[in-house]
């Protein structure tokens, strides 16, 4: 079993879209073990981004994704990293393939309703920055 966090961003929230895509989710046989709203402020958008916290483009990131709160998911399941990334799609909504949560629901590169994790090391390490221990359903 593989573990995974999932982000619902800001246009998932304000466009209503969180019940159709957590249904996907569920749908696929994945499990929800953790869920939580979270505000992002600085230092947790700084942590989370720092692969690109010092490019250019990272304020409007910032600012986008601290515009509401999102939704915070821990999933659960078989192969859940690689399989959660095919319902997701590209990470720019505008070539992701219809069927995919973004080629459906996206509309460009950063608002693209999702963030999912990429590996079994970030997904570690992102439910522990998200979570704590006692948030996670065993």
């Keep these: 079993m593989q573990r995974s966090l999932i982000l619902l961003k800001p246009d998932c929230v304000e466009n209503s879209h969180i019940?159709?895509?957590?249904?996907?989710?569920?749908?696929?046989?994945?499990?929800?073990?953790?869920?939580?709203?979270?505000?992002?402020?600085?230092a947790l958008l700084s942590e989370h981004y720092a692969h690109v916290a010092d490019l250019p483009f990272f304020p409007e990131i910032a600012a986008f994704m601290s515009s509401c709160p999102v939704l915070a998911l821990a999933l659960e399941g078989e192969n859940?990293?690689?399989?959660?990334?095919?319902?997701?799609?590209?990470?720019?909504?505008?070539?992701a393939p219809k069927g995919t949560i973004r080629g459906d629901?996206?509309?460009?590169?950063?608002?693209?309703?999702?963030?999912?994790?990429?590996s079994p090391e970030s997904a570690l390490t992102e439910i522990n920055r998200f979570f704590e221990a006692d948030q996670i359903i065993c």
């Design 19 to 42: 019940g159709e895509v957590i249904s996907r989710f569920e749908n696929a046989g994945y499990s929800i073990i953790g869920s939580k709203v979270v505000q992002l402020d600085d």
């Design 80 to 95: 859940v990293i690689q399989g959660v990334r095919d319902l997701v799609g590209p990470t720019d909504s505008t070539i």
């Design 105 to 118: 629901l996206g509309t460009d590169r950063m608002r693209n309703i999702v963030h999912a994790s990429d």
